[in-house]
């Protein structure tokens, strides 16, 4: 079992969608947890990242943390063309520890 | 501008051969890795460095070796002892070691014949 997951798509959306993507991971130890946006043959960005439990909100984007069932999310709202790309999460144990990244999930958005 | 460079985009080598990606970066930070990018996986750590002259394996380093001697600078070569070099190679940085803020740069496209 893979310590992250992460369902790899596509995920295909009009515009203006509220958009869920989401990881599960194993390893309770985990503290801090990232988004990276990736488009097409780029290096990733990082988008969002939360430490522990709860909510952070960005603009257009939220990002949930429920460590009780070992899961986390990004919300786009209002999603654009613009926002198509590959999302990937990426989460580690503490600020000295190396990231474990998701295999990251597609997102189309038409118009 | 700051941020990290790679170079070359797209790489095209032979079996056998030796090769050294680029990567550069202006934004001060102590530590650089070295990842590869496969369809269907996520990101794998091949090496990091936390400080220049220092540099520590990550989870595949075999047939992957690194050098740290400038802070800017982190290459990586791809000996032709990796069995499966062709992959997308990002490099990435950020302000202190192990600090979960990772800037990363374009990425090396190498294809392997």
């Given at each position: ?11 295909s ?10 990881c ?30 709860g ?49 990251g ?7 | ?23 550069e ?40 070796s ?32 192990g ?6 740069g ?8």
């Amino acid at each position: 079992q893979k310590e992250v997951e992460q369902d790899p798509g596509p995920l295909s959306v009009p515009e203006g969608a509220i958009v869920s993507l989401n990881c599960t991971y194993s390893n309770s130890a985990f503290q801090y947890f990232m988004w990276y946006r990736q488009y097409s043959r780029k290096g990733p960005e990082l988008l969002m990242y939360t430490y522990s439990s709860g909510n952070k909100e960005d603009g257009r984007f939220t990002a949930q943390v429920d460590k009780s069932s070992k899961y986390i999310s990004l919300f786009i709202r209002d999603s654009q063309p613009s926002d198509s790309a590959t999302y990937l999460c990426a989460m580690s144990a503490s600020n000295t520890d190396k990231l474990i990244f998701g295999t990251g999930t597609r997102l189309q958005v038409f118009p | 501008d700051g941020g990290i460079t790679q170079s070359p985009k797209y790489l095209f080598r032979k079996e056998g051969q030796n090769v050294t990606l680029s990567c550069e970066q202006n934004l001060n930070h102590d530590a650089m890795y070295w990842y590869r990018q496969d369809p269907g996986q996520g990101l794998r750590l091949i090496y990091y460095s936390q400080i220049v002259n220092d540099f520590q394996k990550g989870d595949i380093a075999e047939g992957y070796s690194v050098s740290r001697e400038k802070k800017e600078s982190f290459p990586l070569t791809v000996t032709s002892a990796q069995k499966n070099p062709t992959a997308f190679y990002l490099c990435a940085s950020s302000i202190l070691a192990g600090n979960y803020e990772q800037y990363f740069g374009p990425g090396t496209r190498l294809t392997v014949t």
